[in-house]
């Protein structure tokens, strides 16, 4: 094998493509993973918990249009 450059080249190739296989394996894994997750909530008005007394006391006082 080590007489035709040829056959050398082509087996480093292969060698590089077995390599990227399993790169790309574990990053379409990961990916998957990260897809499962929830989404996050984009909205930045929504409310994610109960107003403090202390905002409650201040807003209650306003008139709201």
């Known amino acids: 094998m080590a ?3 040829n056959l050398v080249r082509a087996h480093d190739l292969a060698a590089e ?3 990227q296989n399993a790169r790309l394996r574990e990053l379409l894994a990961r990916s ?4 499962k997750l929830l989404k996050p909530e984009t ?3 929504r409310r994610t ?3 403090s007394a202390m905002e ?3 807003t209650r006082g306003h008139l709201r249009r």
């Open 3 to 5: 007489d035709n450059p």
């Open 32 to 35: 998957i993973e990260v897809l």
């Open 56 to 58: 409650a006391r201040t």
């Open 49 to 51: 918990q109960e107003p």
């Open 43 to 45: 909205f930045l008005g």
């Open 17 to 19: 493509i077995t390599e």
